[in-house]
């Protein structure tokens, strides 16, 4: 969750102090895309909004990943009854995509140059090829 604090570079520097000198890192950062700045206007204007207005940008975010399921030739009812990401109901993960501010991304290559100064070296890499999650597994080398 080091992307939702505010300052991500500074939540970095933070835990990096942490990793002992064969320590391991396991990062998850959302992938820098060509919507996460729309993205993040959208998690800033909901967590703007009043309580009792939220009701229809919830609406409006279910009604955008029906589409999306459609556009890939699911059903929603289907997916949810299956849902079994990060260990919430699919309710809460769709709010949690809502909600989710403060909101920062970069790219595995900013990772990869950014923790490599402090001696982090990438031993397994998963990349996302659209706005969600990327994760990267550092090791510490040397110093």
């Not at 570079?9 to 919507?35: E, V």
């Not at 009604?63 to 399921?69: A, C, K, P, S």
Request: one cysteine or more; a positive charge.
């Amino acid at each position: 969750v080091l992307h939702h604090s505010g300052d991500m570079y500074k939540a970095f520097d933070n835990i990096i102090s942490l990793i002992g000198d064969d320590g391991k890192l396991f990062l998850a950062i959302y992938n820098k895309y060509i919507s996460s700045r729309t993205w993040w206007y959208i998690k800033y204007l909901y967590n703007k909004t009043p309580n009792f207005l939220k009701f229809f940008w919830v609406t409006l975010h279910y009604l955008y990943v029906t589409l999306m399921y459609l556009i890939q030739g699911k059903w929603i009812l289907s997916e949810i009854k299956k849902y079994t990401g990060r260990w919430m109901s699919f309710h809460t993960d769709v709010l949690d995509w809502l909600w989710g501010y403060p909101y920062e991304y970069m790219t595995i290559q900013e990772a990869l140059d950014y923790f490599g100064t402090y001696w982090l070296s990438a031993r397994k890499i998963q990349e996302a090829h659209w706005p969600a999650c990327w994760q990267i597994l550092f090791e510490k080398t040397s110093n």
